[in-house]
Structures are given as C-alpha cells and as structure tokens.
C-alpha cells in the first residue's frame, strides 16, 4: 500500500513512470496521494504495464510526459481508479497521446472522477484520456475543459476499443465531440449522444466545499437545479 504521499517535481526525464512504476504482475493499492508536476516519457505520474493497480482518492495535477499519457501510463492491465481528481495535465510532444490517462491493450474501471483543464496535442488524441483496444468502465464520472487535438474528440478518444459510459457529465470540452464507437447512457453529453437516459443540458456548475463543479441545487439555496440531479441510472 502507498498512502499518504505527495509526489512532485519528479523528472527522469526518460522512461516510464515519473513518480510510480509499476511492473511485472505486481497489485499496488495507491490512495490518498498528490502527484504533482511530475514528467518523463510516459505516464508522467504513473506507469502501469502487466499490472493491477487500484488508485483511490488521489489527485493528479499538472503532470505531463513526452509521449502517452500525461498523468497515467497503462499498458496491459487490469485495474480500477475510484475518487481521482486529474487537473491539468499535459504533453510537451506533437505527436504525443493522451492528456491524462492513455490505456492500451488495458481492462480497467474508472468511478467518481473529476477530469478537468487536461490536454493532448497529438494527432486525434483525447484531452482527458485515449483508449486504445481497451475495455473500460466510466461511471459517475466528469469531464469538463479538457482540450483534445480538433481533429479527434475533446475528452475521450477511443481506438478499437469497448467503452461503457453511465451517470456522467461531458461539459465544456474542446472539441466537445465523443466517438461514436462508445456506449453512453443515464449522462448530460454537451452536443447530444444517442443512448438511454441521456439529456443535454447545461449541468449549472457552482463551487462548493471542495471546490468547483458541484450541481447547482434549489434545495441547497442555489437560485436554481441542475438538469443533471436524479439524472443518473442511479
């Protein structure tokens, strides 16, 4: 178990894994950690390869690579994030994938995560994340002001690959489009997206005790509700 920590400032400056490496079949739980402003070739904060992590309660901010993968590198694994906070990562590369979490040949879940202010410049590549013949799990999760390349999808680009998305909010991305290939139900998809219990309606983000992005609500003396409250399958 590694908990508790703040990891910054870390900069191999090649490699995989700036901050954690983790390798060869090992099942690391990371929770309640900081990662900031750490860099290398990839995953600028975590590198995941024949691994099965689980990361909870952490926040990725302001970390970036060279190549895939901003804060998370993950590369045939299995593993679940939960209550992850991923703020303004980044790449330094043209050519380079994903501005958060890049996923290849990976199963994984990703549940009650805020993804904001990430971005990817490389050809087609998401903003917040890339999947590249993954599976993989989004529940409750939001998506806001993450900047992809504006020749692929604003927050999530998928490759061959099988994403199931429930209960979540896509909002003020650049480009806001969301591939097609991906199953989208229950969520508020800023330009629409066919699937059960979708709406498309601005989520009225205020600040609250932990910060931004919590749901306008009348019940809580906000002038009014958010469309998104009791939206969810859930």
């Known amino acids: 178990v590694v908990q508790g920590f703040t990891i910054r400032n870390c900069n191999p400056a090649s490699g995989y894994g700036a901050a954690v490496l983790c390798e060869s079949d090992s099942s690391p739980t990371i ?16 590198s995941a390869e024949y691994s099965d992590p689980i990361i909870y309660q952490c926040e990725f901010n302001q970390n970036s690579s060279h190549s895939m993968g901003g804060a998370c590198y993950f590369n045939r694994f299995d593993a679940y994030i939960s209550d992850c906070v991923f703020n303004g990562n980044f790449q330094t590369y043209a050519s380079s994938s994903a501005g958060a979490i890049y996923s290849g040949f990976s199963d994984f879940s990703i549940e009650n995560c805020l993804l904001i202010n990430n971005s990817a410049s490389g ?13 993989v799990s989004v529940k409750n999760c939001t998506f806001s002001q993450n900047s992809g390349d504006v020749n692929g999808d604003g927050p999530i680009e998928s490759n061959n690959s099988t994403v199931s998305i429930v209960d979540s909010i896509f909002w003020g991305n650049t480009p806001a489009s969301l591939s097609t290939e991906m199953s989208i139900t229950f969520s508020n998809v800023e330009e629409g997206f066919p699937g059960t219990g979708n709406i498309s309606s601005d989520p009225e983000f205020v600040t609250g005790p932990a910060g931004d992005y919590y749901l306008s609500d009348a019940y809580a003396g ?8 009791d939206a969810g399958e859930n």
């Open 123 to 135: 050809f087609s590549d998401g903003g917040a994340a890339t999947l590249y013949r993954s599976t």
């Open 222 to 229: 906000e002038p009014l509700s958010s469309d998104s409250i």
């Open 31 to 46: 929770m309640e950690c900081i990662f900031q402003s750490n860099y290398c070739s990839r995953g600028g904060a975590i």
